[in-house]
């Protein structure tokens, strides 16, 4: 049995990345970035209008700021032009002048401030000022990004808002890397899918379903091989296939130590190499991680909620170090409102938990069959080795589910 570390130290050692693609920027979303963008031009690329309103120069209504304005300079300014977001200024705004103008559109010559509409009183082809604009109103060219500036920094993973920062730059295609293609295995004979009529002895694979989730919300591409009974040869089939066919192998059941478990031997026959196939997790002890070429294996207990733990704590992970991007450990505070025991404390342990307004709550979970407590659950309690209790009170991390 390995500890936490050493699991961290071996998955590390499988270096295998996925190969670059140049995408349409649409069709990057949720994918790792990896190119260095940088911004062509200014962004904005002209001071622009930050309001509706008169666009002048604030020469021209007095020294400083604030209701002095109105009484020392001007307050009444000749309409020499008006402009819309998109149009290009003519005239140059002169003493005494303004121009009506629109939220985003350029800033004529001469004019460095935009007083609101709401300020102003209309007179025919004059404007009053009714009240002291106390603020410039205007956006500057490169106030957001100056040309040359890094837009994004690399690698990242494209999310909706990146996109739109792109698409600001005039970015049309972005080099991204392949997702990971996954092949999805449930092994136990015991397994009968969802829609099948219930059997004596039979339950429903769940496993392969979670897996399929997973990989469907972080826009993998998925193969599910289907469930397959405890038997050797039809083990050593599927795998074979599915080791061809993907990038990662994720399989669910037969690791542990049961006359049964014919996974790990399966994968050795076939010329994998297991790495690790016993790990300091609970649940999700017997857990293996086996490599064959640029494929790898996560053989993951059969337990359900071990198979969701694993799948975030170490699968998840791993997925996005293939795909260039070094996962970052995300983990929020909160204050437990309950004790927690346990007796031993050689393995890590995890827990369902329901995290609300910095408050974790523990739910009833009676172990790693108990899969419904996941479905209340927001996160995980982490117990670290030698941790036998935590106090209600304690202020602790919880990871989220
Ligand atoms: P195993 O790791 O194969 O010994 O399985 C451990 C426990 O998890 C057994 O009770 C299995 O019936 C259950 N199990 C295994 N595979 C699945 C699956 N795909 N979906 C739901 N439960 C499973
Ligand atoms: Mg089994």
């Not at 407590?373 to 602790?396: M, P, Q, S, W, Y």
């Amino acid at each position: 049995m390995i500890d936490a570390t050493r699991v961290a130290e071996i998955l590390n050692t499988y270096t295998y990345v996925t190969p670059t693609v140049r995408l349409p920027l649409l069709a990057a979303v949720g994918r790792v970035l990896r190119e260095e963008l940088r911004a062509k031009g200014d962004s904005p690329p002209f001071d622009k209008a930050a309001m509706d309103g008169y666009a002048l120069r604030s020469h021209d209504l007095g020294g400083g700021s604030g209701a002095g304005e109105i009484a020392n300079g001007l307050s009444e300014f000749a309409i020499i032009g008006r402009l819309g977001a998109g149009d290009v200024p003519q005239a140059e705004v002169g003493p005494g002048q303004c121009v009506q103008i629109m939220t985003g559109a350029m800033m004529p010559a001469g004019a460095d401030k935009v007083v609101r509409v709401e300020y102003t009183e209309r007179v025919g082809d004059r404007v009053r000022i009714t009240q002291a604009e106390p603020n410039i109103n205007v956006i500057y060219a490169g106030e957001n990004r100056k040309a040359g500036e890094l837009v994004l920094s690399v690698p990242c993973k494209l999310r909706p808002q990146d996109i739109a920062v792109l698409a600001s730059h005039g970015i049309s295609e972005v080099l991204v890397a392949e997702p990971v293609r996954v092949g999805v295995i449930s092994t136990g004979s015991e397994l009968l899918s969802p829609g099948e009529p219930p059997a004596p002895g039979k339950i429903y694979d769940s496993n392969a379903y979670q897996i399929a989730a997973y990989c469907a919300e972080l826009g993998l591409p998925y193969i599910n091989y289907g469930t397959v009974g405890d038997d050797p040869d039809a083990i050593r089939q599927t795998y074979e296939r599915a080791l061809a066919e993907n990038d990662m192998v994720i399989s669910s059941g037969g690791v542990s130590m049961g006359e049964f478990d014919y996974v790990p031997s399966v994968l050795r026959e076939i010329g994998a190499e297991l790495l690790f196939h016993s790990i300091a997790f609970k649940p999700g002890k017997s857990t293996l991680f086996a490599r064959r070429g640029n494929t790898c294996v996560f053989g993951l207990a059969g337990n359900p909620a071990a198979s969701v733990v694993l799948f975030r704590v170490l699968v998840e992970p791993t997925l996005y170090r293939m795909m260039g991007l070094e996962p970052q450990d995300f983990r929020f505070r909160g204050t437990l409102r309950e004790d927690i025991r346990r007796s031993g404390a050689r393995r890590k342990e995890f827990r369902p938990a329901f995290y609300h307004e910095g408050q974790i709550q523990t739910l009833r979970y009676g172990g790693s069959s108990h899969m419904d407590a996941f479905a209340d659950a927001n996160c995980v309690i982490e117990l670290d080795v030698g941790v036998t209790e935590l106090k209600a009170g304690e202020e602790i991390y919880v990871r989220p589910l």
